[in-house]
């Protein structure tokens, strides 16, 4: 016997739960792609998104993934040959870093680790460094979705501005965006880049580039940028299949414009705070399980952890066995530890992941940590009795 049957929970950090509705707005026959529904709603897509983002620069969207999004951002700020300085707080940043190098970008990495946050003193240090200011960019991860370390972006910014360095800084939203607290305009991001397929509750297959006037004037100023990933355009269209460079994508604008009605109808500080809340029921759980075994936390500190994903150590093999068990048995798929080895373990199999980004609420985390409780005993791992009670408490409180 399973007791799998039944409506499964992808609760892996991205792509994530996509609503109904939002499903239901992309069920449709192809619409008209030179006038009509598609194309009047094009416009009013561009101030939501903004809101989210909670900025009042621009945005480009493109049809790409968050990869997609990385070299759009790129490319319209640094010239090949120039330089970037990365920091890193898990594989995303390392993965935005490789995406700079491949395309003739030299690239340093403030390296933090995969469970210390970032660290105001050792980007001055780097920035310090730069007597030259040939720096063009710092490129940081709000959430980095792999160790679920979340970054200071307006310490970022502070560090740079005290040091009088013009680099801008570049922020990868992928994760956080429409999950955690996120200020583009007043903790002095310069470029955001998120994608589809996370808090925006949408399939993959769109990535947004914000950018504000400062990196719009870089941009002028770089001798070409290649067709396909100009911003300018988009940002700013004399015609709708300027927005997207040809064809739009039409299915997932009506499910974005969906998903952003859902968003704004409950108030972005409210998503941000429901995350919030989530999260906190969710390391409840997580610290009362390992009292009494091996399970972890991979951020200490409460206050460096996103709220859109939970990165837990159990160790081998009970972390895979644990995934195997909750979708073979529960319906629950968990996410596998990405980027997570370690000596004894090449493929961070003793790692795993939760994804509480979106479209998730108090009933969905509950029914979560209640099947991984029941996965934990049916494995007879040792764990804290009264990880699901603590949450409860969580919720209860508000
Ligand atoms: C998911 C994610 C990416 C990669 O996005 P893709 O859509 O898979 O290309 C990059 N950075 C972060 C922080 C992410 O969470």
New binding site residues.
């Given amino acids: 016997m399973s007791l799998a049957h039944g409506r499964p929970y992808l609760a892996i ?2 792509p994530s739960v996509i609503p109904d509705a939002v499903l239901a707005a992309m069920h449709r026959a192809s619409p008209n792609i030179y006038e009509g529904d598609l194309v009047d709603m094009a416009a009013g897509l561009v101030p939501d998104l903004k809101r989210v983002a909670r900025t009042e620069g621009h945005v480009a969207i493109y049809i790409a ?6 070299e759009a951002a790129l490319a319209n700020t640094v010239a090949p040959g120039g330089r970037v300085l990365v920091c890193a707080t898990g594989r ?1 940043g390392h ?2 870093a490789e995406m700079a190098e491949a395309m003739g970008i030299a690239t340093e990495i403030v390296d933090f680790g995969r469970k210390t946050p970032f660290e105001p003193a050792r980007l001055a240090e780097a920035v310090a460094r730069d007597a030259g200011q040939e720096i063009a960019a710092v490129l940081a ?5 792999s160790t679920s370390l979340r970054s200071d972006i307006a310490e970022m910014r502070r560090v740079l501005d005290e040091a009088g360095h013009p680099a801008l800084l570049m922020v ?5 965006l429409g999950c955690d607290v996120y200020e583009m305009d007043l903790w002095g991001a310069d470029v955001t880049v998120t ?1 589809s ?2 808090g925006l509750m949408v399939p ?1 297959g769109l ?1 947004f580039v914000f950018f504000n006037d400062r990196a719009a004037e870089v941009r002028r100023r770089l001798p070409r940028v290649s067709r396909y990933w100009d911003w300018a355009p988009r940002a700013d269209p004399e015609a709708f299949y300027q927005y997207f460079g040809g064809t739009a994508p039409t299915h997932h604008l009506f499910g974005l414009r969906t998903a952003l009605d859902i968003i704004h109808a409950e108030g972005i500080e409210a998503v941000w705070a429901r995350h919030a809340t989530l999260a906190r029921a969710i390391w409840a759980a997580a610290e009362v399980w390992g009292e009494g075994g091996p399970l972890t936390l991979n951020v200490a500190d409460p206050r460096h952890r996103s709220h859109a ?1 939970t990165a837990m150590r159990l160790g081998t093999p009970h972390g895979a066995r644990l995934r195997e068990w909750t979708e073979r048995e529960a319906g629950v798929t968990l996410g596998i530890g990405l980027g997570m080895s370690e000596e004894g373990d090449p493929q961070g199999r003793g790692y795993f992941r939760f994804g509480h980004m979106g479209h998730v609420n108090a009933h969905m985390v509950m029914g979560l940590l209640g099947t991984v409780e029941a996965g934990l005993a049916a494995l007879q791992i040792p764990h804290g009795r009264g990880g699901v009670m603590a949450a409860a408490e969580v919720i209860a409180g508000g």
Avoid: E, M
């Fill in positions: 950090p991205g993934n968050g990869h997609g999004a990385w995303f993965g935005w991860v709000h959430t980095d979705t990868d939203c992928i994760a956080s994608g397929q996370k993959p990535g994903v």
